[in-house]
């Protein structure tokens, strides 16, 4: 029988890259290149951030896989050939202050929208997502710096953050991709 402990993890990092290239396929390897996780079979999971894990540093993270190594990662893209269009790729994760609770990791892909409001949109999202499971009261309707200031008042959101990348396409036709990942590690 299968120790379920061992799909609990215990690690994660978060991690960005672009990647440029005349084959849209090969723009995406580039991009996980440069966000340094070409190397392993990535298996895509959704949106919970695990009990007790912690947030490490990439190069930490790094540290504890193999290349080759099947690796579950949230993971957000998006990619464009058409000249001028700038593609976003962002993930949010917000922590909770209990250590036995979940958190939440959102992915987040967008055409035309800058780097500062693509992140924003994913860690409001990751926040507002375990704000209404932790039953935190919130005003949808409140910019996303208010909520965050009431939630991290409230002392059950303990952090939330994200990493966003952009990237616009040029005119000689290649594909861009840009790609941020949360990659749990140990």
């Known amino acids: ?42 298996v895509r999971v959704s949106s919970i951030f695990p009990p007790h894990c912690e947030l490490v540093s990439c190069d ?14 949230v993971v957000a893209e998006a990619q464009t050939n058409e000249p001028s269009r700038l593609a976003a790729a962002s993930i949010g994760l917000a922590i909770p202050a209990a250590p036995d609770h979940h958190g939440y990791i959102s992915e987040h892909h967008a055409f035309g929208q800058r780097k500062d409001p693509a992140g924003d949109y994913a860690e409001d999202l990751a926040a507002s997502m375990l704000a209404t499971v932790l039953g935190v009261p919130f005003d949808p309707e409140q910019a996303w710096d ?4 009431q939630w991290l008042v409230s002392g059950e959101i303990v952090n939330s953050t994200n990493v966003s990348c952009t990237a616009e396409a040029q005119d000689d036709g290649r594909w861009v991709t840009v790609v941020s990942a949360l990659v749990f590690c140990a």
């Not at 690690?11 to 440069?34: C, D, I, P, Y």
């Not at 930490?60 to 990662?73: C, I, S, T, Y």
């Open 1 to 42: 029988m299968i120790d379920p402990r061992m799909f609990m993890p215990t690690q994660a990092f978060l991690t960005k890259g672009v990647g440029r290239h005349k084959e849209k396929l090969t723009s995406f390897e580039q991009a996980l290149r440069e966000a340094r996780i070409a190397q392993f079979n990535l």
């Open 146 to 149: 208010e909520r965050k200031e």
């Open 60 to 73: 930490d993270g790094l540290k504890n896989l193999m290349p080759g190594q099947v690796v579950f990662a």
